[in-house]
């Protein structure tokens, strides 16, 4: 089933346009963009299921202008988000549909898009996309553990929200999909933990463990010159972000740990370490993701062996974490079982708990929207 991704509609003048929206629906512009090749400014706004594309003319010969000089400002086009941009347009131009282009183009905000002719979709003009990875270029912040990467987006003057990602994950495939829905309320900033993403490869002499990972953030956040933040954290990254507010109370205000389990037994390991042997499998993509991922991937292989033996004492710092915690879980996750999220709730003093339906356990394959709508309530932001 796709996904209205955003509604387009056309304006005179974009900040009157703004006001109102604001006014109307508390909705705040994160992002302003000029696509050249089509003479519009665009203007995004983020609701929680969509979004909304003001369009703004900047050449006279625009498509825009000439919507706004035949029937003035409205609803232009509704986007549908498919997931193989190059398959759809293949698939509807055989249909008998009118692409406006000769293929896919480059979009605002991210995206590949075409349009389809209004005339054979009965008067409504429907534009196809797909989103390109949101990343932007990492930074670095040196540490005794080799260079860290971090990525921020938003506004610094916002609460500050940092996001970690999971075991062999990185910011570039999980938490930075998650940031174009918290950018316009937060300054939202990213972590590659060690032997990760764009941060130092592991090394067999420095093992990875949870302080070191905890410390990796917060040496982010000192880079940053920020004193504390809320933690978003996703399956290991959650119990990152669980480690933290134990370890480092001072620094974390609220946390959201989404798809964390710290009740580890022999067979989580199992599955964990199916996992990992499937990522082997892919060695070159997993290098290209990673540096060097036969070091990543044996020195994930010791830390969750460990796991299990720690499983008391997790449950004993859960006890300790005083600030209020989101525990959220998709109800069917395809890696750990249901039970994780509500240990997890029981074992924390001051938690909430949020079960959403997804079949998957990779952030990646999860609904987004309704994931950082569930954050944005918890953190008492937009
Ligand atoms: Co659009």
């Given amino acids: 089933m796709l996904r209205l991704e955003h509604v387009g509609i056309a304006v005179h003048d974009a900040s009157a346009v703004r006001a109102t929206y604001a006014d109307v629906l508390k909705a705040l512009t994160y992002k302003s963009e000029a696509v050249d090749e089509q003479g519009v400014t665009t203007h995004f706004l983020a609701l929680q299921n969509t979004k909304i594309e003001l369009l703004e003319a900047i050449s006279e010969d625009s498509p825009v202008q000439r919507f706004l000089d035949r029937q003035g400002e409205g609803v232009h086009h509704l986007a549908f988000e498919v997931p193989d941009i190059d398959a759809a347009f293949a698939r509807l131009h055989e249909a008998g549909f009118t692409p406006l282009s000769d293929e896919p183009l ?112 917060c040496s982010v956040l000192d880079a940053l010159g920020c004193d504390r933040a809320h933690v978003f954290g996703f399956s290991m990254g959650g119990n990152i972000a669980l ?25 989580t390991v199992d599955a964990m370490m199916h996992r990992l042997d499937r990522a082997d499998a892919n060695g070159t993509r997993m290098d290209a993701l990673h540096g060097d991922w036969a070091a990543l991937s044996s020195a994930l292989r010791t830390f969750v062996e460990q796991l299990p033996g720690a499983a008391l004492r997790l449950r004993r710092q859960m006890q300790t974490v005083q600030q209020p915690v989101l525990v959220s879980m998709a109800d069917a996750d395809d890696l750990f079982p249901l039970q994780a999220a509500l240990t997890l709730h029981n074992a924390l003093p001051n938690s909430r708990l949020a079960i959403l339906p997804g079949r998957h356990h990779a952030l990646q394959k999860h609904p987004l929207p309704p994931l950082a709508h569930q954050i944005r309530a918890f953190l008492q932001v937009g």
């Fill in 106 to 217: 480059d979009g605002a905000d991210q995206k590949r898009i075409f349009f389809l002719h209004p005339k054979a979709t009965h008067g409504v003009l429907i534009e196809c996309c797909s989103s390109q990875p949101h990343c932007p270029a990492p930074k670095h912040v040196d540490t005794e553990h080799g260079p860290v990467a971090y990525y921020a987006w938003g506004d610094p003057e916002r609460p500050s929200l940092l996001l970690l990602h999971g075991a062999a994950g990185s910011t570039y495939t999980e938490t930075s999909l998650l940031a174009p829905y918290l950018e316009p309320y937060l300054h939202v900033v990213a972590v590659d933990f060690t032997g990760h993403g764009a941060s130092a490869n592991a090394t067999p002499d420095t093992p990875l463990t949870a302080d070191g990972f905890a410390d990796n953030a």
């Fill in 243 to 267: 480690h933290m507010a134990h370890r480092h109370p001072d620094r974390v205000d609220r946390v959201v740990s989404h798809g964390g389990h710290i009740d580890w037994k022999a067979a």
